[in-house]
């Protein structure tokens, strides 16, 4: 579809508003770069899961906590540094929300499996992730990007990253573990409102996205 367009001189312009020239912007504003810094911070945080699962599972939970503090600062510097230095980059658009993903699920999986946080809450945050996924093949089969992450669903991950740590830290025996037990239960549950939230603005987005490529 053509659109025209009148600019200040009275001259008029076409502007191509296709299908194919949307994604053809989309495509090429972000590069599809991998070595970079954010990309390694997002790397060493998945690399980071396993550790903090074995450390969870056998107890010891002060040092789970820190791997935990130690992912969410890299979590944190990863998108200050991209946004600092112009590193972003496709690849860091996937890696980052899969690494804070996988990272959230691993946490709660684990807390679960020790009985500090309920089940119920697991299949909650997981069905979110259910949800969100299953606008995948639409965003294919219109061959879309996948959405930048909104700010609710970063503030919503920043809720549960500072929530379950502090949740696991209200399990031990440290003399302020009932205080971060009921701070940390506050951060989970605004955390848990917001990331549904911020599921229901992608789902908007990515309806909005199709229907301007339709």
Known sequence: M?????????????????????????????????????????????????????????????????VLVVSSFTDWA???IARRYNLTSRVGQLLDPLADRLYIIATIVGLAIRSIIPWWLVVLL??????????????????????????????????LVVGFPLVL?????????????WVGWGFVWWGTALYWFAGFLYAIQIRRMIAAVS
């Open 78 to 80: 990863d998108g200050k």
């Open 126 to 159: 997981l069905a979110r992730e259910v949800f969100v996924f299953s606008f995948g093949p639409s965003l294919r089969a219109h061959r879309l990007p996948i959405p930048a992450v909104h700010f609710s669903g970063k503030a919503a991950t920043l809720c």
């Open 169 to 181: 830290l209200g399990a031990t025996d440290l003399p302020f573990a009932t205080l971060a037990n």
């Open 2 to 66: 053509l659109k025209r367009r009148t600019g200040r001189s009275g001259s008029t312009a076409v502007t191509d508003l296709s299908s194919h020239s949307i994604r053809g912007v989309v495509e090429q504003e972000i590069p599809w770069r991998v070595w970079t810094v954010p990309n390694a911070l997002s790397l060493l945080r998945l690399l980071g899961i396993p550790l903090y699962l074995w450390l969870l599972l056998s107890h010891h939970d002060v040092w789970a906590f820190w």
